[in-house]
């Protein structure tokens, strides 16, 4: 499948915009949660490593692949956990109160 | 077989805003992660059922081993040290991305259109992956965190990224300069990972927030791009969303400290000529006993926290005080700079570990309006956000807007030793007649405090 029409542009600029609307609300207390969160997000490259190693032909690409996806694997579980503990945090003051 | 993959990446987008939509307010952030995370498994599951996948054997071992460490690590590392773990998970999202363009690459399959995206996205990934890392080392500290300089470090840094960009060219166009095309690529990654060393050396001080963001931001661009690279469109979507949301976070965070992206990027912050200012008056150390009586008598007392308090871990006991001296009837509210730390938002986080209520807490413009009013300013840790140099043009500071706590009527400093801080210049505000020093770890010193306080 290779990209040929307009609809790539469409979709990227709805993307920059929703990116945008996100972020432009949020109090400064959670940008540290936010950047973790968004720095979650981009952990979606894992489907691309895998992808990649998946289709991988011979030695030289398996190793890269395999390499990336351990990498976008760090990425998953790592921005996933630091995230939570961090609005963990936040959950225990709302219970207190 | 009915192809499950791309219905399951729309619902995964969908849940991907919804996550970030709800991460953007206090009261449903921490359900915001969940819907992310439950997405994300959701679409790395369906990547399973994309027919003609093998190497399986290779890649559950893969994500085996990235998610035994990655877990462990996030577990385990202190909540003071998140902002570099963000950084280095970042800095592997980038180089996951690198490796998705190294492989596309020496396929050599697609239209050269596809290889321009890929090398497009290889670039900016490589400069994150090795900016991510070296950010990660200096605030681990293990490399200096000062900003690193050398003559002519701008030429050379441009030198590294053009001739690395040309043997991009070199590879695209099939030109065989120097040594054949294909090998091209090699120097190609070498030279633009170079580069993103190179580039983060001269950053350090209160910069580096903004420029973990902005690594934040590249990587999303680069596992957009790659995403394009390879025709997938969740990580078009998903890549794309982050990169415009964490350029709009970058940009926000620099704007906080009154700092351009362009200057940050330039680094050297705290490399003025600082040393020939001259700065009268002297540090006047204090005893815990005196701080204790000090606070027992005042009606208003600001807690000022910085990055001291994080290191320390004294955010409890801070917590603790404050308790006691409202027990007392005093007044108190933490006056919270939104770069203090090591990342905006730093002290919110601590705090709130901590369970300070979040009433008592004032932002920057607040707390600048009621400095007048308070009669001790107790600053735990803290020295370039509340350094008076800001308002003196020509120091490394200056413009930086900071709590103006030189405009309280008392001033105690707790702080580890005499040296200077984080953007390393002095801070006059520790030699004026009303600041005294009380010397030693935050935690420690705030103990003694309390258990002074007991005994009035």
Known sequence: MIITDWAWLYIIILAVFVGYEVISHVPVILHTPLMSGSNFVHGIVLVGAILALGYATNDVERAIGFVGVVMATLNVVGGYVVTERMLAMFKKRVVEK | ?456
């Open chain 2, 1 to 456: 077989m009915i192809d499950i993959t791309q219905p399951i990446y729309v619902l995964t987008i969908a849940a991907f805003v919804i996550g970030l939509i709800r991460m953007a307010n206090p009261a449903t952030a921490r359900s915001g992660i969940l819907w992310a995370g439950i997405a994300m498994a959701f679409s790395i599951g369906a990547t399973f059922f994309v027919p003609g996948l093998s190497n399986l054997i290779l890649i559950f071992p893969a994500i085996l081993i990235g998610a035994v460490i990655g877990y462990a690590a996030a577990r385990k590392v202190a909540i003071v040290n998140m902002p570099q773990m963000v950084a280095i998970y970042n800095g592997m999202g980038a180089g996951a991305a690198s490796t998705i363009a190294a492989i596309e690459l020496i396929r050599l399959g697609n239209s050269s259109f596809n290889i321009t995206i890929a090398l497009l996205g290889a670039i900016i990934g490589n400069v994150s992956i090795a900016g991510s890392v070296m950010a990660f080392l200096k605030l681990q500290g293990w490399i200096r965190q000062k900003p690193i300089t050398f003559v002519f470090q701008q030429v050379i840094n441009l030198i590294v990224v053009a001739v690395g960009v040309l043997f991009g060219i070199a590879f695209l166009t099939h030109s065989n300069i120097l040594l054949p095309y294909r090998s091209a690529l090699v120097p190609f990654f070498v030279l633009t990972v170079g580069y993103g060393f190179l580039m983060a050396l001269p950053i350090g001080g209160a910069d580096m927030p903004v420029l973990i963001s902005l690594y934040n931001a590249m990587t999303g661009i680069a596992v957009g791009l790659e995403g394009f690279a390879i025709s997938n469109y969740a990580m078009v979507v998903a890549g794309i969303l982050v990169g415009a949301a964490g350029t709009i976070l970058t940009l926000a965070m620099a704007t906080a400290m009154n700092r351009s992206v362009g200057a940050i990027l330039a680094g050297g912050f705290g490399k003025t000529q600082d040393e020939n200012r001259a700065i009268s008056g002297n540090l006047k150390p204090i005893s815990s006993e005196d701080v204790a009586v000090m606070l027992a008598y005042s009606s208003t007392v600001a807690i000022v926290p910085g990055f001291g308090m994080a290191s320390a871990q004294a955010q409890f006991k801070v917590r603790d005080l404050s308790d006691m001296l409202i027990s007392k009837g005093i007044k108190v509210f933490f006056a919270i700079h939104p770069v203090a730390g090591r990342m905006p938002g730093h002290m919110n986080v601590l705090l709130a570990e901590a369970g300070v209520p979040y009433d008592l807490l004032e932002d920057r413009d607040e707390a600048n309006r009621a400095f007048q009013d308070v009669d001790v300013s107790l600053v735990i840790g803290a020295n370039d956000v509340v350094n008076p140099a800001a308002r003196i043009q020509g120091t490394a500071l200056f413009g930086m807007p900071i709590l103006d706590v030189d405009r309280s009527k008392n001033v105690v400093v707790l702080k580890r030793g005499a040296g200077k801080g984080f953007a390393g210049i002095e801070n006059d505000l520790f030699y004026m007649d009303k600041t005294k020093m009380l010397y030693g770890d935050a935690q420690d010193s705030i103990s003694k405090v309390i258990q002074e306080l007991k005994k009035l």
